[in-house]
Nanobody
Framework: QVQLVESGGGLVQAGGSLRLSCAASTRTFSTYAMGWFRQAPGKEREFVAAISGSGYTYYTNSTKGRFTISRDNAKNLVYLQMNSLKAEDTAVYYC?????????????????????WGQGTQVTVSS
């Protein structure tokens, strides 16, 4: 069982920045792809960004260029740096872990592929 704990959410004005962190409790952190998802009120959960164990990154069109995902395998941490925030970025942001060593084919963009989830952290962007 892997526990994921997010931190760094809060209230920020439009155009501002926030950095989210996610700490993972596992000795095999590098074997997990890590993703960030978000869910706004009344909307479905959506993919934000992901990073493979070796550092390859994935984004959506709405976040590429504004958000940066990174990881520190030595510290079991994954980060989401969010710049130029917009009101539509307001949501609960979730960290998720996908065990890649036991999967031959997976879609890193799909939440259903992930094995563990954090409790979420609220990000509110005021316009």
């Amino acid at each position: 069982q892997v526990q994921l704990v997010e931190s760094g959410g809060g209230l920020v004005q439009a155009g501002g920045s926030l950095r989210l962190s996610c700490a993972a409790s596992t000795r095999t952190f590098s074997t997990y792809a890590m993703g960030w998802f978000r869910q706004a009120p009344g909307k479905e959960r959506e993919f934000v960004a992901a990073i493979s164990g070796s550092g390859y990154t994935y984004y959506t069109n709405s976040t590429k260029g504004r958000f940066t995902i990174s990881r520190d395998n030595a510290k079991n941490l994954v980060y989401l740096q969010m710049n130029s925030l917009k009101a539509e970025d307001t949501a609960v942001y979730y960290c998720a872990a996908l065990q890649t060593s036991t999967k031959y084919n997976f879609n890193i963009y799909r939440g259903s592929q992930y094995d563990y989830w954090g409790q979420g952290t609220q990000v509110t962007v005021s316009s």
